[in-house]
């Protein structure tokens, strides 16, 4: 019962800590952002390799999310909101770094069905690095979709509202990128890195 009341109060001095950083408290502003930076960074870095420019996002995000606070409706945490403004921004940055984007076109993509395989066990020797580099080594197209699905946990909707795709886009670039992703496992676990 107490570890209940201990969330309610921690719910409560959290909103309390908002409102006040919508009257501009400055306190209050530096005491959200100590509290979420190293969190907000550690997202940051699953998308931007470049420390420098991951805490360039994160500080852009800060600002981006105090100017817009009256936005915030407490239907979600406010680190949930604030993942979301982190993670739309290196994918602006992302999209803005690369030369020329390709675009996948509804009528080329193929409705596909996820394969029953849920399968995502990994072997002992292949470690939390090697599915980084892996998942990093991906096709762009396929990369964002694999993080934002498997490692942030977004659903395809959400997905396609990110990165501005369809669900159907995002289904396929899903299934292609799993596949490619236990390849590249694969070949690390039988001990023949490409």
């Not at 921690?10 to 530096?30: F, H, M, P, W, Y």
């Not at 762009?140 to 669900?167: P, R």
């Not at 596949?179 to 070949?187: D, E």
Request: net charge positive; proline share 1%.
């Amino acid at each position: 019962m107490k570890s209940i009341k201990s969330k309610i109060n921690i719910g409560t001095s959290q909103l309390n800590i908002v409102e006040q950083c919508k009257k501009k408290d400055r306190r209050a502003q530096l005491q959200l952002y100590n509290q979420y930076c190293n969190g907000m960074l550690v997202v940051a870095l699953r998308f931007i390799t470049d420390k420098m420019e991951a805490e360039d996002v994160v500080q852009e995000s800060f600002i981006k999310a105090f100017s817009k606070l009256n936005q915030y409706k407490a239907e979600v945490s406010f680190g949930a909101w604030l993942k979301r403004i982190v993670i739309n921004k290196c994918i602006d940055v992302l999209k803005a770094k690369k030369q020329r984007q390709i675009e996948l076109q509804d009528h080329h993509l193929k409705i596909v069905d996820e394969p029953t395989d849920d399968d995502w066990t990994v072997d002992d020797n292949i470690t939390l690095e090697d599915l980084k580099v892996s998942i990093e080594a991906l096709p762009e197209k396929y990369k964002y979709v694999v993080m934002l699905y498997l490692v942030e946990g977004y659903d395809h909707q959400e997905i396609a509202e990110i990165l501005d795709i369809t669900e159907v886009a995002s289904r396929t670039q899903l299934m292609r990128g799993k596949q490619k992703l236990k390849h590249v496992l694969k070949t690390i676990r039988n001990g023949t890195r490409s």
